[in-house]
């Protein structure tokens, strides 16, 4: 039977006596609600993996049976044996996707995994953290920081862009530092997300690179012909790759301060207008100094931008998917007998998305723009 309790601190509130002793009714409702919603999260869990189970066992199935389709609606589905992250978007007004449930619907922390799409999401977490991190509801920060605990992994297995990898994971701690007293959630949310932040930049200061041995038989740089280094040099995307392997030996110093790749570098990053702008239209190339034009160059214009695999939106049904992961378009899965006409060797097509304008497609918070 619930006692009313007439002490000053809780009048009015109900208690009912437990095997555990006297507990308050709206505690003891709260602790059956999330019972209740932990059992049905794990209902939920169980049934989501065995749907995925299912596809799997259909995909290997279409694998012997071609003709059959393997994804006949808008559910996760296995397209080329890995599984495929697309978001459809919606046309109408009012109905929106934040940036934190795009995190969780893409499997951004997913796709750190793939070597092709590593730079293109650090790109956008680089992004993400700079201008909307204070701004992320709870859930949305939680789903970015687990996003880039695994950007951190994925670096430290594969000891491979360490330098972009610390420059986000810096950025977020300093703006989170920042917003100390504006921050999103409680205090102890606060420090509980500055310190998971700092684990991953204390992991990512004690990194060692593993250097060849002599006894390996494997060839360093600066063994190789020269025609080999300067190819080399010229594979590389940014210039601070070049500034940085060529402050590690004289040889390589003095290849990184070539004018011919310098050269190439302004040609591949900015256009022909841009660099007659700069160096004057009939100028001597060969009077140029390429590596101070290219530091102008990119102060002004910035660097051109280079991924190996981007998102894509269809210009068809307003679907953001992975280029080489595909999606399930309506053009191709289309009823039977309407009059909607697919053919097979048409191309579908579709318009790359840069990080910075998957940033501006979305809003950050609960609210549109």
Request: net charge positive.
């Amino acid at each position: 039977m619930p006692y009313t309790g007439d002490d000053w601190r809780s009048p009015g509130d109900f208690w009912v006596k437990t095997g555990s002793g006297w507990q308050k009714l709206d505690a003891l409702r709260a602790n059956v609600n999330r019972h209740i919603k932990r059992i049905a999260m794990n209902k939920k869990e169980k049934s989501l993996q065995n749907e995925l189970n299912h596809k799997s066992d259909t995909f290997q199935e279409a694998l012997i049976q071609p003709s059959q389709s393997c994804h006949q609606d808008n559910s996760p589905a296995f397209l080329g044996g890995a599984l495929a992250r697309y978001l459809l978007l919606p046309r109408g007004k009012g109905v929106y996707f934040t940036l934190g449930e795009v995190l969780l619907r893409l499997d951004i922390a997913g796709c750190a995994c793939d070597p092709r799409r590593f730079i293109y999401v650090c790109r956008m977490l680089e992004l993400m953290v700079c201008s909307h991190f204070v701004c992320f509801s709870g859930t949305a920060q939680k789903n970015l920081l687990y996003a880039l605990e695994e950007t951190v992994d994925v670096a430290i297995e594969s000891q491979k862009n360490l330098r972009h990898v610390r420059r986000i994971i810096r950025t977020a701690i300093q703006e989170l530092t920042k917003q100390q007293y504006t921050h999103v959630g409680s205090a102890a949310t606060w420090r509980a997300r500055l310190a998971m932040l700092e684990d991953m930049n204390n992991k990512l200061n004690k990194i060692e690179i593993i250097e060849p041995h002599e006894d390996d038989n494997t060839l360093a740089m600066i063994e190789l012909p020269d025609d080999c280094i300067r190819l080399i040099f010229r594979r590389f995307a940014d210039h601070e790759d070049i500034i940085n392997t060529g402050a590690t030996d004289k040889k390589l110093y003095k290849f990184s301060n070539e004018p011919l790749l310098w050269k190439h570098f302004c040609f591949f990053h900015f256009t022909k207008e841009q660099i007659l702008r700069e160096i004057g239209v009939g100028a001597d190339e060969n009077a140029v100094r390429w590596k101070a034009c290219y530091q102008k160059l990119y102060k002004r214009n910035g660097r051109r931008e280079l991924y190996a695999e981007m998102l894509h939106i269809c210009c068809h049904c307003n679907c953001l998917f992975w280029k080489n992961g595909g999606h399930p378009c309506s053009l191709e899965t289309a009823p039977e007998g309407s009059k909607r006409m697919y053919d097979p060797d048409m191309v579908i097509p579709s318009i790359p998305i840069t990080p910075q304008q998957f940033m501006e497609m979305f809003p950050t918070g609960s609210t549109p723009p």
